[in-house]
């Protein structure tokens, strides 16, 4: 599959912006990749607002266009694409690649909903994000697009050992960045905050959105 002048769209996460993406941004249109950024605020509207957002700026951008449009997103930001693409009536002809998605939900984000005071630094979209099996991201339904999914094992925050079971990147556990439905699964030895910053990582985005699997043979940074 030829992906020379395809889109990428870039989604961020929950309280970051377009800038966090900026080094991916980079490596992709290295590669040939139309890169769009998109910019939310993360953390004053609920899912459902921000997938509103994402829906105008796809139609903006991409709506009468004939290119592939892929997604390339973080954190929060798979989240808002998954929800995205649900909605739609027509298949996904694109790829997508979720860097540490709480694919089923996140630990922290229990926490968070639990305080007023950090509910209402992040916002709405916190809550959504919990491990019952009632929360917004636990009743998203299995994916029905083209799906990557990698995520990090490698934490920096010193709560994350007792807040989170199992090896996890500091916000979400492994176990828990797995998207139902998705077709590739990679571990990196990576943090959550910079995981989108890694050359090895950038190497395993191009790949699945060329080839619609990960480069297991080779950890050629791009």
Same mark, same amino acid.
């Given at each position: 599959m030829s992906t020379s002048g395809d889109r990428v769209i870039l989604v961020h996460g @929950?309280?970051?912006?377009?800038?966090?993406m900026a080094i991916l941004a980079?490596? =992709?249109?290295?590669?040939?990749?139309?890169?769009?950024?998109? *910019?939310? +605020?993360?953390?004053? $509207?609920?899912?459902?607002a921000l997938t509103d957002r994402l829906a105008a700026a796809v139609e903006r951008c991409c709506g009468t266009a004939r290119e592939t449009v892929h997604f390339v997103t973080h954190s929060m930001g798979g989240v808002i694409v998954w929800n995205y693409l649900v909605r739609r009536s027509l298949p996904h002809r694109g790829r997508v690649v979720m860097l540490s998605p709480p694919g089923n939900g996140s $630990?922290?984000?229990?926490?968070?909903?639990?305080?007023?005071? =950090?509910?209402?630094?992040?916002?709405?979209?916190?809550? $959504? @994000?919990?491990?019952? +099996?009632?929360?917004?991201?636990?009743?998203? +339904?299995?994916? *029905?697009?083209?799906?990557?999914?990698?995520?990090?094992d490698r934490s920096l925050n010193p709560l994350s050992a007792w807040l989170i079971p199992g090896p996890n990147d500091g916000k979400v556990a492994v176990d828990?960045?797995?998207? +139902?439905?998705?077709?590739?699964?990679?571990?990196?030895?990576?943090?959550?905050?910079?995981?989108?910053?890694?050359?090895?990582?950038?190497?395993q985005v191009v790949a699945f959105l060329r080839d619609g699997s990960f480069d297991i043979t080779s950890g050629e940074p791009c």
């Amino acid at each position: 599959m030829s992906t020379s002048g395809d889109r990428v769209i870039l989604v961020h996460g @929950l309280g970051r912006t377009a800038r966090s993406m900026a080094i991916l941004a980079t490596r =992709l249109s290295r590669h040939g990749f139309r890169v769009v950024d998109f *910019e939310y +605020p993360s953390r004053s $509207e609920s899912i459902e607002a921000l997938t509103d957002r994402l829906a105008a700026a796809v139609e903006r951008c991409c709506g009468t266009a004939r290119e592939t449009v892929h997604f390339v997103t973080h954190s929060m930001g798979g989240v808002i694409v998954w929800n995205y693409l649900v909605r739609r009536s027509l298949p996904h002809r694109g790829r997508v690649v979720m860097l540490s998605p709480p694919g089923n939900g996140s $630990e922290l984000a229990d926490v968070f909903a639990d305080s007023a005071l =950090l509910r209402s630094i992040l916002g709405p979209a916190v809550r $959504e @994000l919990g491990t019952a +099996p009632g929360s917004f991201v636990r009743q998203l +339904p299995p994916a *029905e697009f083209r799906l990557g999914v990698i995520t990090g094992d490698r934490s920096l925050n010193p709560l994350s050992a007792w807040l989170i079971p199992g090896p996890n990147d500091g916000k979400v556990a492994v176990d828990r960045a797995r998207v +139902p439905g998705a077709d590739d699964f990679l571990v990196v030895s990576a943090t959550h905050t910079f995981i989108m910053n890694r050359a090895d990582v950038a190497h395993q985005v191009v790949a699945f959105l060329r080839d619609g699997s990960f480069d297991i043979t080779s950890g050629e940074p791009c």
